[in-house]
């Protein structure tokens, strides 16, 4: 009865195209949690009919107790117990594999603005509203939030996660179908969240490369994070090859860090945004607080992902996607600038924030 009417509500695009490696896992498990309850909701219904009626007041009978039975108890706890364990147990998994993106993964930066989505590329281009990715690559997005809490959906590929301002949060998929799939926020964010709304295109790998070779016209994240890094003063105290007021930080990217206060913490992402935006949080062992000013108000989030993609940089043993590229590409045509004319297509007379 199910399966018949699966092709109707497909036509009627109640359910999204499966566009990622993850759709058809996510599909079948939301398809045999809801196969379950249907069957359960008809079991028992049925079951409270059959038994209102078998067992109707009449004139003459005389009800009969029943003290209960241990077998049939048991069985309807014990078998509802271990479907549902099925459930955990293949949610867990889905769940696991949702949270570890894959190592290789091509990294995208999005922050969620009222009432956009920003998203920035490592080799420095950036777009509003739009996603380029090639497809069969996976894809981790870091994303930050400039005010208020905004949702990263793309229902075609089965993601969706919170962007809580304060720090950052990831999500990750492999598309598989080339085309173009719609983008939502999915949390009331203000009275345009409605209209934040953007377009993910999943490109055949050699049009992405075409799509993709025009570079950023500022050089690449990191290089427009090493310009920040110049520009704020970070460098007369974070020496590069010798002790200076400030910790150094060539090489420390996603490796340990002694604290003053004794734990150690790992350099990752979270930690660096922390660290320039409040100083004062973790104070790495040996060195006093209040020395560097806290940068708070004073940077953007794609800002701190640009001072972030320096420090990457700054780490040979980071794989070359987290490096923001380092080839020199030309500067004409600018991919930003070829997306800022497909943003503003779509939404007449949005500019591009530098
Ligand atoms: Cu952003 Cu709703």
Known sequence: MLASLLPIVAAASLIADQASEQAGPVDALFWFITGVSAIMTVVIFASICFFAYKYRRRTAVHATQIEGSNKLELTWSILPFLVMLVMFGWGADLFYKAQNPPTNAMEVFVTGKQWMWKV?????????????????????????????????????????????????????????????????????????????????????????????????????????????????????????????????????????????????VIADDAYLRESILDPNAKIVAGFQPDVMPHFKGQVTEENVIQLIAYIKSLSPSTPASQQGGGQPTPPTPSRAARAASQANAAKPGQAVPR
């Open 120 to 264: 920035q590329y490592p080799d420095g281009s950036r777009e509003i509203d739009a996603l380029h990715v090639p497809v069969g690559t996976p894809v981790k997005l870091t994303m930050a939030s400039e005010d208020v809490i905004h949702s990263f959906s793309v229902p075609a590929f089965r993601i969706r996660h919170d962007v809580i301002p304060g720090h950052y949060d990831s999500v990750w998929f492999t598309p598989n179908k080339p085309g173009k799939y719609h983008l939502f926020c999915t949390e009331y964010c203000g009275n345009q969240h409605a209209g934040m709304t953007g377009w993910v295109y999943v490109m055949e790998p050699r049009e992405y490369a075409n799509w993709a070779s025009g570079g950023g016209g500022q050089g690449t994240l990191a290089e427009q994070g090493q310009a920040l890094f110049q520009q704020f003063g970070c460098a007369t105290c974070h020496l590069l090859d010798q002790q200076g007021r400030c910790p150094i930080l060539r090489g420390i990217y996603n490796k340990p860090v002694q604290l003053d206060d004794g734990r150690t």
